[in-house]
């Protein structure tokens, strides 16, 4: 069913050589980020020896994986490219489109209700392509990677910022935008800057109240919430081979929350016990034979300042369990400590009203058995939770097993929810509030990962902290942020003090994993005759046409349609909240496009000049009308456009409203590439001072797009409304491949002629 052994051995049969020819061209011993990389090199062999932070390398990644809300517009690409199948093993996870209100039940009917049409569509596309479909409700995707496809060594990419969650199975697994997993699909090779390594040596043992969650909170402490940011995070040391690898699974999936590249950690007994209780013994076999490959060489945890660009030492021994937030994971309070002159100080509500246990960071078996032993003491210490408690588990598998185990029952037996094996209240599919604007403050603490300002139920009010399952159990008995397990006592129903003894549980099931109905379809042999349906009045989905190349011709008229004034991101471009909805429907989803950038003219947003009638409106409007003229536009903008996330729509949609080219004084990488593949013009200021001499009624003529060629820059004259003109060079970035991108309308143009 699931994964793919034959993959993998082919892996670790190719590894000995290239890793040992790596070590060669290196000229010194290898971490283990730099093994798995290196043997994931789309031209095969190392030749050379790449710059950390600096070079551009095509790696060859093992498996993808999609999430609900991002597949939608990766799968429309992708059937854009005229392949029969997808080039490498990639499987659909249902997860993020399933609200929680009522319980599992009745939320997973509901949510089967109101998005069956994108269930629908997933299923039939993955069924044509040879995609494995997870249904709604089998689970969160970084849990069901973790069970059936991670594997020590691999490498994988994913539409998911969590997919770093894998590196607990000792992958290297990095969370992407659309266009790359397509590229990816489509058989391309995939492009990374090679990345810096930052060590973690971990000492001593995890004890008593502290679990995997507080070293990640203590790291996010340590690096901030960008200290991460272009590295690979490797784990080793004495703690990190004594944790479980589902513990190892947490660690790595917050490295979000550090903007890290991915988190690792070397193959060890806790993987290989892992992969023999998911049923996978075969790839603990094969890992077993290829052992010194799957961590670092010797002298690298040895010497580890020689080796990692730094390095940082927590002992475990040491460390207590942490509460972090609110509105960042990277504020750190030690449990025991300050909490109460903090939130004091800062006006956060110390009464607690929510825990909520799950997510894809913690919602392992062992952490449920964590946490229940903290419930289970609680019902028999004859104490009552204080704070409402809501359960996600993180796969059916796991939820079975707890249920079978009597792990939920204990939950249920306090009147927490359980709600179905999804995200839920971790993307802010949580209805909570009627009116979740208007909602008041309030404290809530979960196990999940990110706890920006109305991340979990859209309530800016809302003061979100991070702890780990079995500290959130407790908080929920006591109701408050500042207490202290390890020595507060609480009142029972008896009038009695009592006090929690420490959490007990179990890495693994201790009668294995069962379950009945796990939720996954795999994908027919030959799907070729599958009809993937979108109905044409749907509003959420809509099959892509193939963009037009932009010709030569239409660029001597080509109209100003926003100057962007300072920073304009990819939230700016493509703005999140209600309009996820929209994610699988290219023409609805683009009346966002720019409405969060302001126009340099008036410093408004969504307000700038249709030069057609000289009136006002809003950018999509105007660019409809432009569009409807078959007049193309122009974005410019300032430093770094495009930042933020590599969400591809940010790039489709100007592309399909007829946008041609985006001028700006420097772009995020991810955010021009992207423009490239969509079959535009991403230009720079030669001369950033230019950006000041662009005008609201500019006309702009590229002079000598004809002779578009890499590293020659271009010219365009620009027209201002007195007639007046000023002559820009533009620089890019295009290499020859990237120009037929252009010239053929989009890469996946391209692809589709190559494969015809
Ligand atoms: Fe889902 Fe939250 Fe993880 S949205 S994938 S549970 S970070």
């Known amino acids: ?79 854009q490219a005229g392949k029969k199948n997808v080039a490498v093993p990639t499987t659909v996870h249902c997860d ?50 973790l069970e059936n496809y991670a594997f020590p060594g691999g490498m994988m990419i994913g539409t998911d910022s969590h997919t770093v969650n894998a590196g607990g199975l000792g992958m290297v697994a990095i969370g992407v935008g659309g266009a790359d997993a397509v590229d990816v699909m489509a058989g391309m090779a995939w492009e990374l800057k090679f990345p810096k390594l930052i060590g973690v040596r971990l ?165 449920l058995s964590r946490a229940s032993s903290i419930a289970q003491q609680g019902i028999d210490k004859g104490l009552k939770i204080k704070s409402e408690l809501g359960i996600n588990p993180g796969s059916e598998q796991v939820r079975y097993t707890a249920e079978r185990d009597g792990i939920l029952g204990i939950f249920e037996d306090l ?37 920006f300002a109305k991340r979990a139920d859209g309530n800016p009010n809302t003061h979100a902290f991070v702890a780990s399952p079995e500290l959130t159990a407790a908080i929920a008995f006591a109701g408050r942020l500042d207490f202290n397990p390890m020595t507060d006592v609480l009142i029972n129903e008896n009038g009695e003090e009592v006090r929690f003894d420490e959490p007990t549980g179990w890495e693994l099931p201790p009668k294995g994993f069962a379950v009945e109905e796990n939720g996954y379809v795999a994908p027919m042999e030959d799907g ?55 994610r699988g429907h290219l023409d609805n989803i683009s009346n966002n496009c720019l409405i969060g950038a302001v126009n340099a003219f008036n410093m408004k947003t969504n ?33 770094n456009y495009g930042e933020g996330s590599s969400r591809e729509h940010a790039a489709m949609e100007p592309r399909h409203l007829g946008v041609a080219a985006v001028l700006v004084k420097s772009f995020a990488r991810i955010h021009e590439t992207n423009l490239k593949k969509q079959g535009m013009l991403g230009l720079t200021f030669a001369n950033e001072a230019d950006y000041d001499k662009i005008q609201e009624d500019d006309t702009f003529n590229f002079v000598d797009i004809s002779e578009f060629a890499p590293d020659k820059p271009l010219t365009i004259e620009v027209t201002h409304a007195d007639g007046s003109t000023d002559t820009i060079v533009a620089n890019h970035t295009y290499n020859e491949a990237q120009i037929d991108w252009y010239r053929e309308g989009s890469a996946l143009n391209l692809i589709k002629k190559q494969n015809k």
């Open 1 to 79: 069913m699931a994964f793919d052994i034959d993959m993998i051995k082919k892996v670790y049969a190719q590894m000995a050589e290239r890793v040992d020819k790596a070590r060669d061209v290196v000229g010194k011993p290898l971490t283990l980020s730099e093994k798995i990389l290196y043997n994931h090199l789309w031209d095969g062999m190392p030749t050379k020896a790449f710059t950390r932070g600096k070079d551009y390398v095509d790696f060859a990644p093992d498996r993808i994986a999609c999430q609900d809300a991002t597949a939608q517009m990766a799968l429309l690409q992708f059937m």
């Open 96 to 145: 993020h489109l399933i609200q929680a209100k009522q319980g599992a039940k009745a939320d997973l009917k509901h949510a089967n209700e109101t998005s069956s049409e994108v269930f629908n569509f997933l299923e039939s596309v993955s069924n044509k392509y040879g995609i494995g479909f997870w249904a709604p409700g089998a689970g969160i995707i970084h849990q069901v990677v």
């Open 203 to 367: 000492t001593g043992k995890l004890s008593g109240w502290t679990a995997p969650k507080d070293v990640i909170l203590k790291v996010a402490e340590i690096l901030t919430a960008k200290g991460g940011t272009g590295a690979i995070v490797e784990y080793f040391g004495p703690g990190a081979t004594a944790m479980s690898c589902t513990g190892k699974g947490t660690i790595c999936n917050m490295g979000a929350e550090i903007g890290a590249t991915t988190s690792t950690f070397g193959y060890d007994e806790s993987m290989e016990r892992y992969l023999r209780a998911t049923e996978r013994a075969d790839v603990a076999d094969a890992a077993n034979k290829v052992k010194e490959y799957l961590t670092a060489d010797p002298e690298v945890y040895a010497n580890p300042e020689q080796y990692f660009d730094q390095v940082i030492e927590i002992n475990l021994s040491e460390l207590g369990p942490l509460l972090n937030g609110p509105f960042t994971p990277d504020l750190s309070t030690e449990v025991g400590t300050d909490m109460t002159e903090k939130a004091t100080k800062n006006e956060w509500p110390l009464q607690v009203e929510w825990g909520l246990i799950g997510s894809c960071t913690n919602s392992s078996y062992e952490d």
């Open 415 to 451: 009147g927490a929810k359980i709600f179905t094996n999804a995200c839920g209240p971790c993307i802010g599919q949580w209805a909570r509030y009627e009116d979740p604007k208007n909602a008041p403050k309030n404290s809530i603490v979960h196990s999940f990962n990110r706890n």
């Open 528 to 582: 070729s005759g599958v009809e993937v349906k979108v109905a044409s009045d749907s509003e959420r989905l809509q099959l892509l046409t193939p963009f037009e190349p932009i010709k030569d011709e239409d660029l001597s008229n080509v109209k100003l349609l926003i100057k962007a004034f300072g920073k304009c991101t990819t939230d700016h471009i493509s703005m999140a909240g209600p309009w996820l909805r929209y």
């Open 607 to 639: 307000f700038v000049k249709n030069q057609l009638d000289g009136d006002y409106g809003g950018v999509p409007d105007t660019q409809r009308e432009y569009k409807k003229n078959g007049i193309y536009s122009i974005v410019v903008g300032d430093h």
